[in-house]
């Protein structure tokens, strides 16, 4: 049984290709990712924005980072399962706060870098601009060898003129108010708690767009290429929106709630409608919903296998602070289940399964120089999610499981 409906309008696509066009087209957008990805082009941009004393320190600290090669010949790890388990870690929070843990990392001489960072952030003009993001970019990506996740919030305060271009090149009008003078911000009207619109959930009318715009804007001129998504109307527009531009992928939100293979299902109808030219989707990975049992999560891989699309990471938080869901959230003995099934998994730290001062939401969103202020301490407790991810990796490598960390933990990277 196939899809009834469209699940896009013809003008909702000539919106979103309008969109695409501004900012020059597949081609164009592709060439400028390409081109801000690089080392040299991140580093004269963040030494222009003051942030070249930084990229330094981070040089440094990557030198010593441990190596998975010393631990596997230190332990005689040996290979004898199918499964892979790829790392990730949660809660990064901009360049000052990424130096923070890189530094305690590089000084334990132990702990192995994650293969995927993933930061909440909001994409504000500021942080798009300033030498920061491209600075967290440069000491991730570039030196440390991670694949880094950006989260979009629609919700953000953007300039006048932001929102003057967005309404002209689409056509749409958006509900805003002005939180200060020349700034504008979406009306969010869904939001029961003080993070009732985390990651952007509420997109009413037609406020993909902004989604859309958002993630554009900071990929031509920062580079970064892998963003959050957590609500359907964002992902459908996502999809069709990226399905030309190769080198933009995303990461579907727990938020989203694909608790069971039924919610599971109706994604991957969207991933096949919008399938890209090349024949892969646009979503790359898909973390699951903390209400999911092993048993469930293995269905949802199994039926991702047969169904005909290629490969997608699929993703469970094995730890979470308690403002993200239950008290003392542990999902380690179930990732042994899924890989012992031979299924393949991404293990996602929110937490380090500890209550610590400032490992939770509210943290994402504290004002700027708050941030600032307090990144040393931030970066500690991300620190701390990096060694329990290193830790329990490392414990799944002993159990014969293939672990994948950054790229700077191996030696020959």
Not at 92 to 121: F, H, N, Y
Request: include cysteine; glycine fraction near 8%.
């Amino acid at each position: 049984m196939g899809l009834h409906f469209d699940l896009l309008t013809g003008k909702d696509m000539k919106q979103i290709n309008d969109l695409k066009e501004s900012y020059g087209g597949a081609q164009d957008i592709m060439k400028s990712i390409k081109n801000m990805r690089k080392y040299e082009v991140r580093k004269k941009t963040a030494e222009q924005k003051g942030y070249g004393e930084m990229l330094e320190m981070a040089e440094d600290y990557a030198k010593s980072i441990a190596k998975v090669e010393d631990f596997v010949e230190k332990e005689n790890i040996r290979t004898t399962k199918e499964a892979v388990v790829t790392t990730q870690v949660s809660g990064w929070q901009g360049a000052p706060v990424a130096l923070g843990c890189l530094k305690r990392v590089a000084g334990d001489g132990t702990t192995l870098a994650p293969k995927e960072m993933i930061s909440v952030m909001a994409l504000t003009e500021d942080y798009v601009y300033n030498g920061e993001l491209i600075s967290t970019l440069a000491m991730t990506e570039n030196l440390i060898g991670s694949k880094f996740c950006n989260t979009n919030l629609i919700g953000t305060p953007l300039s006048n003129e932001c929102y003057v271009r967005l309404e002209k090149v689409t056509g749409e009008k958006f509900e805003t108010i002005e939180p200060s003078p020349g700034m504008r911000a979406l009306v969010l009207k869904n939001q029961g708690t003080f993070f009732g619109n985390f990651g952007g959930i509420e997109v009413a009318n037609n406020n993909h767009l902004v989604y859309l715009d958002g993630i554009t804007r900071a990929a031509v001129n920062t580079g970064t290429n892998f963003f959050l998504n957590p609500s359907w109307s964002t992902i459908i527009a996502g999809s069709y929106y990226a399905r030309d531009i190769k080198n933009m992928e995303f990461k579907i939100s727990m938020l989203l709630s694909t608790q069971n293979a039924i919610q599971f299902r109706m994604l991957l109808n969207i991933m096949k409608e919008f399938i890209c030219d090349d024949g892969t989707p646009a979503i790359s990975e898909i973390n699951l919903g903390n209400g999911m049992s092993p048993e469930m999560f293995i269905q949802c891989a199994k039926e991702l296998q047969s169904s005909g699309l290629p490969d997608v990471l699929l993703t469970a938080h094995i730890r979470i602070n308690s403002d993200l869901g239950i008290e003392n959230f542990n999902w380690t003995e179930n990732a042994y289940k899924v890989l012992d099934a031979g299924i393949n998994m991404t293990i996602k730290y929110e937490s380090d399964g500890t209550s610590r001062p400032l490992d939770t939401m509210e943290t994402y969103f504290l004002p700027k120089e708050e941030r600032l202020a307090q990144a040393d301490k931030i970066g500690e407790v991300l620190y701390y999610k990096c060694v329990r991810c290193s830790e329990d990796a490392k414990e799944m490598m002993r159990n014969g499981h293939k672990a994948l960390f950054a790229r700077i933990s191996y030696r020959n990277h």
